[in-house]
């Protein structure tokens, strides 16, 4: 499978514990994307990276998130102290720069997080 | 802030109609706009894009255009089938991404 890869698909975690996520973008791909989605809602945009340069950050995001993408391939995003609203689906993407701008973007299945 | 807006209502429409999908967005002026399918549990999947110089763009049964005057897309699903049930996402670019809320279909037999 050369798609787009989560993992964990799932984590239930306690409140205040630190959690990290992992995403394989397609490997030809330059460019990376963390998500957060709550039921009923669309994706919110946390970050992005290109290559291993992260590029933008929401502002919406606490400092309790940080994301790498070391090498310029696989991407972490790791949440310290979870609280409880941090309960959601964590969706990764990934493109490929076009010239002319809109790049599509594959995202991966999600890793869906619970905070008790 | 980027606000986008879609159908805040499911739609429901009888197999073989065109459905049609409003996206308005404020307080930006994107160079495209794109539609994303979204199925229960799943990720997107990324079906057109569609530029700020371009009025429409078609793909199989789909059809979106886009109105940069208005601030608005409309994403039509023509011979609507079943499987098409699924919620759409209309999303544009900035510094960041921005999603709609989406829109959820249900496609009636």
């Known amino acids: 499978d050369t798609g787009v890869s989560q993992d964990p698909r799932h984590k239930i975690t306690k409140r205040g514990q630190n959690v990290t996520f992992r995403c394989d973008p397609i490997?030809?791909?330059?460019?990376l994307y963390w998500y957060r989605q709550t039921l009923g809602q669309g994706p919110e945009f946390l970050t992005y990276f290109q290559n291993e340069a992260q590029l933008e950050k929401s502002r919406l995001l606490s400092d309790r998130f940080s994301a790498e993408r070391p090498k310029g391939s696989f991407s972490t995003l790791e949440i310290q102290r979870t609280e409880q609203g941090d309960s959601a689906m964590y969706l990764c993407?990934?493109?490929?720069?076009?010239?002319?701008?809109?790049?599509?973007?594959?995202f991966g299945p999600g890793t869906r997080l619970t905070v008790l | 802030s980027q606000k986008i807006e879609q159908n805040s209502e499911a739609l429901n429409i009888q197999e073989g109609k065109t459905a049609t999908l409003t996206c308005n967005y404020t307080n930006y002026s994107p160079a495209y706009l794109q539609w994303y399918r979204q199925d229960p549990g799943r990720g997107p999947v990324f079906l057109l894009l569609i530029r700020e110089n371009e009025k429409e763009k078609r793909k199989e049964r789909l059809k979106v255009t886009f109105d940069t005057t208005l601030k608005q897309s409309l994403f039509h699903i023509t011979a609507s089938q079943p499987a098409d049930s699924a919620t759409y996402l209309c999303a544009l670019d900035g510094n960041q991404f921005y999603f709609g809320t989406g829109t959820s279909l249900t496609v009636i037999p």
């Open positions: 993407a990934s493109s490929l720069t076009r010239l002319a701008g809109g790049d599509e973007q594959f």
């Open positions: 490997s030809e791909h330059n460019r």
